[in-house]
């Protein structure tokens, strides 16, 4: 199995942007639904958006609105786009190839007040 490799984190003031990457170096990337998912200290971990292979994406309601997902099959890259950040936000974030791939290790948003 694959294991994605996340990048992009960082700390932003709250109401800033951060664009998340995730490389996921197999040759069905194509043909894979895709999620991120972010966990904060003493919080489970839970699914913030995902992408299917045809492009359909969906949200958690915490993140309507302000997140977008994306997808480049020729990158084998799905991103995540930050904007309105709230202290609230603040989490690892993980990406998977859904349902059940192997996680990355995850990168750190930090949203300041």
């Known amino acids: 199995q694959v294991q994605p490799v996340e990048s992009g984190g960082g700390l932003v003031q709250a109401g800033g942007s951060l664009r998340l990457s995730c490389v996921a170096s197999?040759?069905?990337?194509?043909?894979?639904?895709m999620g991120w998912y972010r966990q904060a200290p003493g919080k489970q971990r839970e699914l913030v958006a995902q992408?299917?292979?045809?492009?359909?994406?969906n949200y958690a309601d915490s993140v309507q609105g302000r997140f977008t997902i994306s997808r480049d099959n020729a990158k084998k890259t799905v991103y995540l786009q930050m904007n309105s950040l709230r202290p609230e936000d603040t989490a690892g974030y993980y990406c998977?190839?859904?349902?059940?791939?192997?996680w990355g290790e995850g990168t750190l948003v930090t949203v300041s007040t």
């Open positions: 998977r190839i859904l349902p059940l791939g192997l």
């Open positions: 992408i299917s292979s045809a492009g359909i994406t």
């Open positions: 197999t040759s069905t990337f194509s043909s894979n639904a």
